[in-house]
């Protein structure tokens, strides 16, 4: 009999080996096992297989989860944990939202004890939304990145945050300046950054908040440091894209500004990308750079639609994300649940195979994490969660009136949301479950 000093775990598992949407045969691109067995060892797969006799001999201790789904944890590819508590706020569009409501509530972040009340909250709805990393945009004050980094350093947690760059067309109270920013961003990476699961992404807010000295010398950081991220905003509204032109005459368009200052890039994530022209779709995929799609934001903020087979056509990775708090759940199959929406209004349609690699392994291979999460294969680091087929009443009748596999998942897509998730694992280890 082996000793066991390993977290065991039976039940049904599916994770992602391919993108669906580039495999001839849709079995490629997932692994399904319907009673399986997942073996964790120093917060690593040790192996993933199907359960047999002999299992329960080796593993007399394994946990028994038989009836639910284990699936990799979902992974947030553009959020604001500062704006958590102003999530769902009425009646504006993104510029007029931002001075409205946004500005005034970042304010708060000066002031460390806060910032770490919100943090712990904010992490709190990650993992009871079944988020195990996510990348996040912390505040203009240092001690917002400090605050978010030590709560997710107490558990564990991969995550990639950075401070916001903002030195102009923001209120007095949260600008910094070119060379501050520089500075402070620095300081940051050099503390933060691959200490244990933590990692930094430059964050200038996005063009029209910082100016071109700015820009040059968030593009400086990003030359000092090439394997830290890059994270921002391009093109998610209209009105935005004819202020980016006003203030940049000189450059071409919107990505032509992030390019010029060498921020674009395989680890630059560029969020919503609604309105893009042909040549930065062209940009974007020659530089490798990344989108983040954001379903529920897109649709509160009324920004618009995102072509996410346009991307797909010109092999651009993108990543799902919820965008709090222009977006309006944690829940990473609330996202999609509108994104298959918005595919639907675009005619075009949105396979729950595809959109379940787009919360796990897709936003991996989106922010270059694929070798460390993203799937169950062997070595990589256990962040998973145990998913309820059914967590209401409309729900279980739903799933009784599914017939395959497919059909039971998008039923889960496009009705689940937080009360789905039973339990969330970082590196192996539980930490949060919903009896608690």
């Not at 107490?154 to 501050?180: C, E, F, H, W």
């Not at 970082?426 to 919903?434: D, Q």
Request: aromatic share 10%.
């Amino acid at each position: 009999m082996i000793q066991q000093s390993n977290t065991v775990i039976r039940a049904s598992f599916l994770h992602f080996i391919n993108d669906p949407a580039k495999v001839e045969n849709i079995d490629d691109a997932y692994q399904y096992i319907s009673d399986g067995l997942l073996v964790i060892e120093n917060g690593k797969v040790k192996s993933l297989t199907p359960f047999n006799d002999k299992s329960a001999d080796l593993y007399p201790h394994l946990e028994d989860k038989r009836g639910q789904l284990i699936m990799p944890g979902f992974i947030d590819t553009h959020i604001h944990y500062p704006q958590t508590e102003m999530i769902a706020a009425y009646g504006e569009q993104l510029l007029e939202w931002l001075e409205t409501y946004t500005f005034p509530t970042e304010k708060q972040f000066k002031d460390k004890l806060y910032a770490q009340k919100i943090s712990q909250f904010f992490i709190n709805e990650l993992l009871k939304n079944g988020t195990t990393s996510a990348l996040v945009f912390g505040t203009v004050h240092p001690e917002s990145v400090d605050a978010l980094f030590e709560e997710a350093e107490k558990i564990d947690m991969r995550m990639i945050a950075g401070k916001v760059m903002m030195d102009r067309n923001a209120p007095n109270y949260l600008l910094d300046t070119a060379q501050s920013s520089y500075d402070q961003s620095k300081v940051l990476i050099e503390k933060w950054h691959n200490k244990g699961r933590l990692q930094y992404a430059i964050t200038p807010r996005f063009a029209p908040t910082s100016t071109p000295e700015q820009l040059t010398l968030a593009g400086k950081l990003k030359a000092e440091y090439p394997d830290v991220y890059v994270q921002t905003h391009l093109s998610e509204n209209i009105d935005e894209i004819e202020w980016v032109k006003s203030l940049f005459p000189e450059r071409e368009g919107y990505l032509d500004v992030y390019e010029h200052y060498g921020l674009t890039g395989e680890k630059s994530v560029f969020a919503h990308c609604i309105h893009l022209t042909d040549k930065e779709w062209d940009t974007l995929a020659k530089t490798k750079s990344v989108i983040a799609f954001c379903p529920t934001s897109n649709l509160f903020l009324g920004s618009g639609l995102f072509n996410l087979d346009k991307a797909d056509e010109h092999h651009v990775p993108v990543g799902l994300a919820t965008d709090v708090g222009g977006g309006t759940s944690f829940s990473q199959l609330r996202s999609l649940s509108e994104a298959y929406k918005i595919m639907q209004l675009q005619g075009k349609k949105l396979s729950v195979f595809k959109g379940l690699y787009l919360a796990t392994l897709g936003s991996a291979q989106s922010l270059s994490l694929d070798h460390k999460v993203g799937n169950f294969e062997k070595g990589k680091e256990a962040d998973f969660i145990v998913l309820d087929w059914a967590a209401t009443e409309l729900q279980t009748l739903r799933l009784e009136n599914s017939n395959s596999l497919q059909d039971k998942l998008f039923a889960l897509m496009m009705l689940g949301d937080e009360r789905n998730i039973h339990s969330t694992y970082v590196a192996g280890k539980l930490v949060y479950s919903v009896a608690d």
